[in-house]
T-cell receptor, first 113, second 116 residues
């Protein structure tokens, strides 16, 4: 019951920006957009989240369209260590009944040397 | 700067054995949860806790017990292991209060469990 759509895979050259798209056309006004990634054999790692405005932190930038129906995660200078599955997740503001995260199938980003 | 720590990292059990997966966090987070991750299934919520002394069931609780006697620890117990419980188990935590949806969850690196 994931509410997001992502491409199954993408390639990016090392040192270049990686732009990962996510479609969430049914998002509600009180739902946040979250991004996590999972590097092989590790736990999911929180990257960034936002509601309406664009956000930036030390890892990435999140660009949310004005209608909030899609967003893009930007890794400004991808390295080989950024190779991972990236998940775009929509969460209600109150967390929902259990506060669980619903991970879809994500995008496998392969950073090439 | 430990974050969420899970032990053991790997475990092999025989059918019918019991064991406890440990999870500890040092961030004073009130909310903690357990997920299992199986190929093609994504992460599924087993149990969760919104604070010490409070636990509740997620979507796949059968065969698992939890308790929350302290803020820091949230152990997951397998009562009688079955091959269907072979999986990777992740523990997560986040601050509670206010808007939970605005609080990122932080995960441990998982316990890889095989039931023979």
């Amino acid at each position: 019951d994931a509410k997001t759509t992502q491409p199954p895979s993408m390639d990016c050259a090392e040192g270049r920006a990686a732009n990962l798209p996510c479609n969430h056309s049914t998002i509600s006004g009180n739902e946040y957009v979250y991004w996590y990634r999972q590097i092989h054999s590790q736990g999911p790692q929180y990257i960034i989240h936002g509601l309406k405005n664009n956000e930036t932190n030390e890892m990435a930038s999140l660009i949310i369209t004005e209608d909030r129906k899609s967003s893009t995660l930007i890794l400004p200078h991808a390295t080989l260590r950024d190779t991972a599955v990236y998940y775009c997740i929509v969460r209600p503001a109150d967390g929902g009944a259990t506060n669980k995260l619903i991970f879809g199938t994500g995008t496998l980003l392969a950073v090439q040397p | 700067n430990a974050g969420v720590t899970q032990t053991p990292k790997f475990q092999v059990l025989k059918t019918g054995q019991s064991m406890t997966l440990q999870c500890a966090q040092d961030m004073n987070h009130e909310y903690m949860s357990w997920y299992r991750q199986d190929p093609g299934m994504g992460l599924r919520l087993i149990h969760y806790s919104v604070g010490a002394g409070i636990t509740d069931q997620g979507e796949v609780p059968n065969g698992y017990n939890v308790s929350r006697s302290t803020t820091e620890d949230f152990p997951l117990r397998l009562l009688s292991a079955a091959p269907s419980q072979t999986s990777v188990y992740f523990c997560a935590s986040s601050p509670a209060g206010g808007l939970l949806g605005n609080q990122p969850q932080h995960f441990g690196d998982g316990t890889r469990l095989s039931i023979l």
